[in-house]
């Protein structure tokens, strides 16, 4: 296996990196698209979504990247990456991949402040803790994605081909399945 590249121009990619070496995977900081050439797979974690995608837009990386997914290329959204993954967001503008056939709607669950953390049943890894931090939902699912997840508050996470998107953070929970499993895609 190649590296796991892990976009990482905002938000939470250190922790992604961290358990993917904890797991032995080698891992590659995705900044530029230069960066993506040694990557078998990428992981666009949580953050600010319209920050992420004004930065992957102004170094050419946001049109690179969508062609290498659309091309194939596994991808692994977290939160704002579930978001930039979306075809569309409810009330939300900004650059994204529109590579996912979804909708999603931002901070579902609220603020920072409500924050939480829940065990969900993931199709495909079993049980897992999910840590929620102003988390989108997904509000409509196309054709071609299956649901691997629910809440009372909707669908936190999809898989569309090549494409995985949770609405959690599975890199905050010290459990290494997600990781595990995605790489194993």
């Known amino acids: ?13 250190a922790r992604h990196r961290h358990v993917f070496h904890d797991l032995g995977i080698e891992t590659q900081e995705v900044r530029v698209p230069e960066d993506l050439v040694e990557c078998d797979r990428i992981v666009l974690p949580g953050g600010e979504s319209t920050t992420i995608g004004m ?8 049109t690179t990247l969508k062609a ?5 290329l596994p991808a692994w959204g977290t939160c704002a990456g579930m978001i930039l993954l979306a075809r569309e967001v409810e009330g939300g503008s900004g650059p994204r991949l529109d590579i996912l056939d979804v909708t999603v709607r931002r901070n579902a669950f609220g603020r920072q402040v409500h924050s939480f953390e829940s065990d969900v049943e ?9 840590v929620f931090i102003r988390a989108p939902i997904v509000t409509r699912v196309g054709a071609g994605v299956k649901v691997l997840s629910t809440v ?7 898989r569309e081909g090549n494409v ?6 599975p890199e905050l929970t010290g459990d290494p399945r997600v990781h595990e499993w995605f790489a194993s895609l």
């Not at 993931?122 to 999910?130: I, L």
């Not at 009372?152 to 999809?158: F, L, W």
Request: cysteine-free; hydrophobic content about 50%.
């Open 68 to 72: 290498e997914i659309r091309a194939g």
């Open 1 to 13: 296996m190649g590296k796991v590249g892990v976009l990482s121009v905002q938000g939470d990619f």
């Open 55 to 62: 930065l992957m837009e102004r170094t050419g990386l946001l």
């Open 122 to 130: 993931v199709e495909g890894v079993g049980t897992v803790t999910a």
């Open 152 to 158: 009372s508050e909707g669908v936190v996470a999809v």
């Open 164 to 169: 995985l998107a949770t609405s959690f953070h």
